[in-house]
């Protein structure tokens, strides 16, 4: 069956450190892959786009490597805040034709002083 | 803010009743997506409009439908409802059919009791 995967429990760690959040998924062929950032109760909010020609993005602290033969992306902030405490969400087209993005559950990171 | 407006914020209803959610796309975005977002589920995908036409499908149940009008707004009619369709409902745009980034709005909160 067709799933991605996030890791499923909350990530905490302290300010300045680099927090890596992964995403996984099973039987998709994505053209690219996107990550998104909610805070509680508003809605999803665009970080970055990873093509799958692309091993890896930068977008100042955030860093995205993406890699089609392990079916995973890596989602990487480094020097990290506690402003940067929220659910980081995984998606994809599941197919060169699609247009519709598949979400994963997404990941919470806590960001602690 | 994403520039993408949905109206109303809240809604409380009861089963069985029918409502109307509303979105505006941003300024010139011609792809309209609905999705919803229940705490078990995580965030599913429902219908994508592009330019007025269907032009993907998820998980929609027969009970929901949605249009998207001459002037690129959307509109989402969930019928006879139940209490599992309590949930917040988003709805984002993106400028072109598909390969980039969504703008998501600010979500319609749906209580069903």
């Known amino acids: 069956s067709q799933k991605i995967e996030q890791n499923s429990e909350a990530l905490n760690i302290q300010e300045g450190k680099t927090a890596t959040l992964t995403c996984n998924y099973t039987?998709?062929?994505?053209?690219?892959l996107q990550w998104y950032r909610q805070d509680p109760g508003r809605g999803p909010v665009f970080l970055l786009l990873i093509r799958e020609n692309e091993k890896e993005k930068r977008k100042e602290r955030l860093k995205v490597t993406f890699d089609t033969t392990l079916k995973q992306s890596l989602f990487h902030i480094t020097a990290s805040q506690p402003a940067d405490s929220a659910t980081y969400l995984c998606a994809l087209v599941p197919n060169q034709a699609g247009t519709a993005l598949i979400f994963g559950k997404g990941t919470t990171l806590s960001v602690s002083s | 803010d994403s520039g993408v407006t949905q109206t109303p914020k809240h809604l409380i209803t009861a089963t069985g009743q029918r409502v109307t959610l509303r979105c505006s796309p941003r300024?010139?975005?011609?792809?309209v997506y609905w999705y919803q977002q229940s705490l078990d589920q995580g965030l599913q995908f429902l219908i994508q409009y592009y330019n007025g036409e269907e032009r993907a499908k998820g998980n929609i149940l027969e009970r929901f439908s949605a249009q998207q009008f001459p002037d690129l707004h959307s509109e989402l009619n969930l019928s006879s409802l139940e209490l599992g369709d309590s949930a917040l409902y988003f709805c984002?745009?993106?400028?072109?059919?598909?390969?980039?980034?969504?703008?998501f709005g600010p979500g319609t909160r749906l209580l069903v009791l």
């Open positions: 039987n998709y062929s994505p053209a690219y």
């Open positions: 300024s010139g975005d011609l792809s």
């Open positions: 984002a745009s993106s400028p072109g059919l598909a390969g980039g980034a969504q703008y």
